[in-house]
């Protein structure tokens, strides 16, 4: 697992969209400039670890996601069902 500044700015504009924000609208909400919004989204720069707070609050994800790709709570909620249902199966059986 590793940042990559090009899936990075990806994820920023297809979240900008979902929110129906076009770059100069978001831009002006992060008080930043047009063109920055572009280079990140290109993945020409990378995101300051203030404006990835902000940009996690504006689209109400995690930071995770943002850099990464996937919420990584939301991975470890997901190994602990699998278990959960895991054991319940088993429980089953031995009925």
């Known amino acids: 697992m590793y940042y990559d500044q090009k899936e990075s700015g990806k994820r920023i504009a297809e979240l900008r969209r979902v929110k129906g ?44 996601y943002i850099l990464l790709g996937k919420d990584l709570r939301n991975d470890e909620a997901k190994k602990d069902l699998q278990k959960a249902i895991s054991l319940m199966m088993n429980l089953e059986k031995k009925l």
């Open 21 to 64: 924000y076009t770059q100069e609208e978001l831009a002006e909400q992060l008080n930043i400039a047009t063109n920055s919004i572009s280079n990140i989204e290109r993945g020409v720069r990378g995101i300051s670890i203030d404006l990835l707070v902000e940009l996690a609050c504006v689209f109400n994800v995690s930071t995770d």
